[in-house]
């Protein structure tokens, strides 16, 4: 089984990094084909860089050579997953979903710590999108800006405890890290809390393994049914145009 | 791994039945270990038998005597899965949350056919509480009684079909079968229909799996903090009585 | 006329303070007759006590051998109210609906003081199953175990006093007390808070009476049509099983 | 005890036939004080009519010239409730509330029948505004204006019928009258649809001695803390001034 | 173009005031008309006074004996729109509607600051109706009674500014001010907080130009479909009574 | 005052037709800038086209080397938005927001008529996060590509006519034409239907007009506090980078 995990920006060392828990959350077999987009910012943490993530997220996936099984969509809140699963039959899991969704499993209320705070409107509309703001106590930011968590993670470790706290005292049960470059710190805080800390690479490369074991894929008829083949696109050399 | 799929309901054929598709949905190295109640009715099929099927399946799973990873809920929109998440902290995957949870990842809106009108709303209230309602179309009923499920599979897939295709007609785009018996139609009905069409058992077997080796567990803070072990039970030889 | 106030719990000091309570509200001439549970915990704080407190008052009405014109649930947030109503076309009257539809008709917003906090979700759903969430402005808990009301008075009414100045403070303009054992601790804290206070067991029976007089009898279609009688049922020797 | 029952229009007749249901529905013991606005439109079927009426009972309770231990307000869907509870501590039911009430108590989903279309989503806001939307069904139009209502019994039940049956179809289990002139069409349509069917003025009248039995007055803090007596009002002579 | 711009209230001061915003606000060419109830109180502040203020604005415009374009309704919260919407085709505009309009067409969030806490709820219910309550953080209080704004602008642009810094810490990024009575308060506290802040009446007479330059009037069909005008209305010499 | 209209899609001629209609909306002075993506599909209908536009929409405005006032997004349902508002502080009107906010104002409920079902699904989410679902019957496609609209305006008219006679069916009081490139339309299905119909552009450059006179700009904190300028872009000229 080969699984595509799509960076929504364009810093090959996050990508890098978002492989690596990829790949150790993955089954023996399993093959992680790491995409970084060709285009867009080095981080998307808003409204603006997000709709040029998604453009550039699927841009990349149309450019990808190699048959697939399945996408995962490695940016907490970035838009452009209906695209997606409009696009391929390859079932599409986006860490934003797959986190809330673990956590849901596990626990009565769950909260969010991502990265600044102008991601958790994004983040939010995500949710409310997907159903899964229901149970959701609080998206809280951390203030920790996408490109300086890999400093030290010892503070990054600290920023995002204290957050974590301020949502279980706000009733959360469990905690999602709401960043795909939270890498390996949901061992690290479940350790400190006591409660799930979910990651959402892992939480989505698991649930992509099992929709393709389960042989689901995306259905083709309303909201998903695929792009026209036949439209004239312009300046976009990655279109769904037919042969 | 060891994986407890409790049926609702004292038919222990209807057991079989789920340990079957069960182990087709486990991985190599999975055992699975069918809990049937010692009390209740044959079947599960609104509200008043739901209570006590829900009563049942705790009181089944407190006698087992063998150590567990995680526990599988066969009994589609039964009552009982918050107090089986408190009272354990291995995962408890109910096939009401599974199911939909997998078609909200292959489809925009989805559907549920079910067995008796009697059923539809204790359905619909489980849906509600685990948020998953969102995104779901309808829940209708075959008014095929889970008794008679074993009589014809073609007489079965037919009436299923019937009101899965009223589903799609009001805009579902995949189908959850809403019973734990009506093993095997599922891959019947995506042949007929063309959709994701998604057997509970199997999708919370599978999601089981996933949480076990995600190393989650149940969060035992809040609403799920283990009930306690020193109070008074009468007439019930399965509490969770200390020591 | 015949009122059954059924505890949820197997205290049966408990069962006497409630049915003193129910008394006291009672019309001349209406009987109240209590019943207690014959298994279950003696008091039920939380998902887990509560799902088998609603099998077991299915149990206990279904074992009254005397006719009856309404049946109370004197169980805060407890489960089985939709069951109860399935099985019997007496009217049931739940304390966690009667209370708050009495503080919606004299208040704008209100508040529920209940005994620990493994009882908020409970109330929470159960409120929000009725559609009676709308007004609430919080459901609180006074750490006060069911199995401590009956210390001090005094001391149980400072506690409670303290959470309803809280959600007074909150918006509510009426207090809700969200157990069965609060007996009498509504007339004390109207004194104290000058505000509507709301006991449940109080305000059920009198609903009882209410839909008593106005013949009114749970409907026989839908989701409480009555569970078949020619079920099989297993162990469970008060089925509704067809004579 | 003395319960004012006001009419929501200019109708003497209608005042009467409200006030004859109303003497059926109260206790011995019970007075009741029928209340003709002095103003306003002879019936109230729509926002401009309503808002109007609201005034219009304003003022009429206003000008009582006894005492009273609550008021009933008997017109379905009309403004005004929240100032009448704002104005006087004695307990105000709503029929619009009341029949609603009674129905969530002895039935999963209700709906109501009201008279013409224009009424329709006047009552929907009431509903929504008290909570009391979520397990209604659809309010549905007879097409009967109040003016025809007394002509022939029969006609009324017929065309009351019709759409009751429509809403039983579409889920309901319970039927609302949605009119406080259908006076004794309750009992009728009751043996024909074999389900509960709800007079408002019956069910408020009932309700508003269960408050005044209960000691419950009207919260004066927050929504409901009493107008002003010394604000300036200008050719309004029946306004809350002091002295 | 001739624009009504209807007070809540019976003071004329306040009435001049309203005016000459909107004659501020409107465009060269538009007729701004005063108008002033003939009855009702000198400020509306709560439920009680909210209802005898829409009647009283339903007949301030019946009485008004010049043609006009559009209706702009100048009471923050007051009931009534609907019923001015029914009676009229002219384009009403309430500016309990327009200002979080136009909030939302230039913030994520808004929150409004209005006068005493006994408007809040109204408001509330209001915006609830509009269906605007979804992106309002909350409603404030400034505890400044109507009467009081025109003693010193200094004192209450300050308390103002002290409640709309309140909403900003809750996530607010505009600013609505929630009462008609706030002229040119909208200009102080742009200045003072950096966000936008929007003024009710200002905001209703431009989209109450804008409708009659789009040539868009109130739909005459379903909820806004006239009155009858043959009806019998009593005590009331405004009815929409036919020639 | 220099509005652009930005069309989502790459078809120049739709731009013009867009443009004529903005430039009949507009007041004498208002100069209308179009605005031409240079990627992307000749038309959006659906959820991959629509997120490749957005990015499109975005560059494009970038790329505007004039100063201006205000933003129109001529893509009705189309993403990118809240991108939008971020970016600029002049005022963004999305078409999607404009129509509805009208027909809430001249309506009690309103439908949309759009082009393809597949648009469907991406509008309800637009709608949705707004706010503005709240009064909506339904979107309802009239299957009529955008491609296709110019063909004959007749056959255009009949289909839009059916979709809306549906609508008004379901209890739609005003029409909202869901296309951007529905032109003039309007006026024709208004003399059709009788009832308000409302075109998106039109609605959207009147309320980009009202807010530049209002002076009022998008607010700069929270969620749309502009994007960073010190990122690095890569593959993506259009970016806001600091001088």
Sequence with gaps: MRILVVNCNTNADMTASIAEIAAGAASPGTDIVPVTPSFGPESAEGYYESFVAAAAMLDAVERVDEPFDAIVMAGFGEHGREGMRQRWDAPVVDITEA????????????????????????????????????????????????????????????????????????????????????????????????????????????????????????????????????????????APVAG
């Excluded at 991502?114 to 995500?126: F, G, Q, R, W």
């Excluded at 400093?151 to 301020?166: K, M, T």
């Excluded at 390996?184 to 393994?209: F, K, Y």
């Design 99 to 238: 986190a809330p969704m673990m956590a849901n499993l596990v626990a009565h209320r769950y909260g969010i710590v991502t990265t600044l705070s102008s991601a958790v409107p994004v983040i939010e509309d995500s949710l409310a999108h997907a159903g899964l703001q229901h149970r959701c106590v609080a998206v809280r930011a951390s203030e920790i800006p996408v490109s300086s968590i890999h400093g030290s993670v010892e503070a990054v470790a600290d920023a995002l405890e204290l957050e974590a706290r301020a949502l279980l005292d706000e009733g959360a049960e469990a905690i999602v890290l709401g960043c795909a470059g939270f890498a390996g710190l949901d061992v690290v805080l479940r350790e400190r809390l006591g409660v799930p800390v979910i990651d959402g690479v892992d939480a989505a490369v698991r649930l992509a393994e099992t929709l393709v074991r389960a042989r689901l894929t995306t259905s083709s008829i309303g909201a998903y049914r695929p792009p026209s083949t036949t439209k004239r696109w312009t300046g976009w050399t990655a």
